[in-house]
């Protein structure tokens, strides 16, 4: 048992040593002389193990028909165990039975596949893998909070429900109370006045716009909220549904925001790796046997950066084909930036100056009229994790590429704005949390890392 969840049942415990624990049992063998139970209460990964001898009243009417899944209240004494697989157990001096379980109770005492478990996601954080990804999960959000919080940018709630599309790309998610007909008028077209906003509105794709607000007020500024997407991208590192970090900095250049990047991802893995010791050592040994290795070499090693072309190059001198062509121009594929990390760099990389016909409208154009100031973040087994870019400051050069996008420029009257009121050089980037949870735990579908997943046909819970 670690020395941490000591100190959780000491914080719990009552008068000389006893303590009282509640939790649910993973397990209880009854036997002859005596009862053990494997209780857990989500704390940490090990439970505890709970010695029941048949000297209490309950013991033979209630105890012995307890199993797996019951909800227990044990008051008892915290003692060194003679048994093997554990330092402490506990010598009940009582039991209360708070919540029996039906005998249809899905999870036994076996290995489940992830794909059912998914089927039954009221009850996956009741496995030692899911209870993991979800202490975990709370690790790495406190560290998130920790880096921006230390380093005075302000945490900014960005609003879910919106009228701009903050990519431009257009997979949002409409947001109405009123039935597709009632909008529609004569000519066909939707009246959104009658809506409940009075607009057309949808759910956010990324807090960027408004962290620029924030930015442009305030210096320093992050985001930490759902973000949504309509792409139809049935993969095993899209969701429909998922968190992003967005900081935004002003008068701040693409080379500061690439090292606040890179800051930034070797301080929450590092805080992970040390608050998170008891799960990373159980992905390790259960799910992917690399895990350790690579969470350390991100924070050890510096990440190579390089541009986009160089990117290209080296990708078309790759020999074995890829199902993607390359060229300059079109977008990287998660297969060019995995072959990139896992087997060109064998680390993290840092790929700058993309093409801007393949980049979002707000990205800053280089001097070269082709390529902006964008960065993207790749990692080894998860690709992309991190975009980002300096943003286009210029108001005449931004118009115009609100124009290009087909975007209407009066939705975006307000960002233009922000340009001609003591704009400023400002940047920023959006890390998906879940693909960082994905690269901190060695799971290998997102749909394992977030609670409740939400993806193409399926929104359950
Ligand atoms: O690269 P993206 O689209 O960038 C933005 O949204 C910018 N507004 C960020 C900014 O500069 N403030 O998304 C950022 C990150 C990606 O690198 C990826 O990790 C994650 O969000 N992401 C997704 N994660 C899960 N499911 C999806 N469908 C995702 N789409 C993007
Ligand atoms: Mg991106």
């Known amino acids: 048992m670690p020395a941490d969840r000591i100190s959780k049942l000491q914080r719990r415990s009552c008068a000389g040593g006893s303590v009282r624990v509640e939790g649910w049992l993973r397990s209880a063998r009854h036997g002859k002389e005596r009862s053990f139970l494997d209780l857990n209460d989500g704390s940490c990964l090990s439970g505890i193990q709970v010695v029941v001898e048949p000297d209490l009243p309950n013991y033979e009417a209630l105890v012995k028909t307890l199993k797996n899944g019951c909800a227990v209240s044990v008051f008892g004494e915290l003692v060194t165990s003679p048994g093997k697989s554990q330092r402490y157990e506990i010598l009940s001096k009582g039991i209360d039975i708070v919540g029996e379980v039906a005998d249809d109770y899905p999870l036994q005492k076996k290995r489940h596949s992830f794909e059912f478990l998914r089927t039954i996601a009221h009850l996956r954080p009741r496995t ?51 039935d597709a007909k009632r909008l529609l008028q004569e000519d066909g077209r939707e009246d959104f006045s009658k809506d409940f906003f009075g607009d057309e509105t949808h759910l956010t794709v990324s807090g960027q716009l408004e962290a620029e607000i924030g930015a442009l007020a305030m210096h320093d500024v992050y985001t930490f909220g759902p973000t949504f997407r309509a792409e139809n991208s049935n993969t095993s590192r899209h969701l429909a549904e998922f968190w992003m ?41 259960r799910i992917e046997r690399n895990l350790l290795n690579s969470l350390r070499n991100a924070v050890n090693t510096q990440p190579v950066h390089m541009t986009y072309t160089d990117a290209i190059e080296v990708l078309k001198g790759k020999s074995k084909g890829f199902t993607f062509p390359v060229s300059w121009g079109a977008d990287l594929q ?13 680390g993290p990389v840092v790929v700058t100056d993309y093409p801007k016909d393949i980049k979002a409208f707000y990205m800053y154009v280089n001097d070269d009229e082709k390529t902006v100031r964008a960065v993207d973040v790749l990692l080894p087994g998860i690709g992309e994790i991190i975009g980002g870019s300096q943003r286009e400051h210029r108001h005449d050069v931004l ?22 009121f003591g704009g400023v050089p400002h940047s920023g980037f959006g ?22 997943p939400r993806v193409p046909g399926y929104a359950e819970f």
């Open 399 to 420: 118009s115009r590429r609100l124009m290009e996008a087909g975007l209407p420029l009066d939705r975006y009257k307000w960002y233009l704005d922000l340009r001609r």
């Open 334 to 346: 998660s297969e060019h930036e995995r072959f990139l990390c896992e087997e060109y760099v064998k």
């Open 128 to 178: 030692n893998t899911l209870g993991s990804v979800w202490r975990v999960r709370n690790a790495a959000t406190m560290a998130v909070h920790n880096f921006f919080q230390t380093r005075d940018f302000l945490y900014l709630h960005s609003p879910i429900i919106t009228l701009s599309d903050a990519e431009g790309a257009g997979e949002m998610f409409r947001v109405t109370t009123l």
């Open 245 to 285: 970090v967005e900081p935004e900095m002003a008068f701040c250049d693409l080379e500061e925001d690439i090292e606040v990047a890179k800051d930034f991802l070797k301080e929450v893995i590092q805080a992970v790796l040390s608050d998170c010791e008891e799960d990373l050592a159980f992905f390790n040994e």
């Open 431 to 452: 890390l998906g949390f879940e693909r960082l949870m994905l690269f901190l735990t060695g799971m290998s579908n997102i749909r394992d890392v977030i609670p409740f």
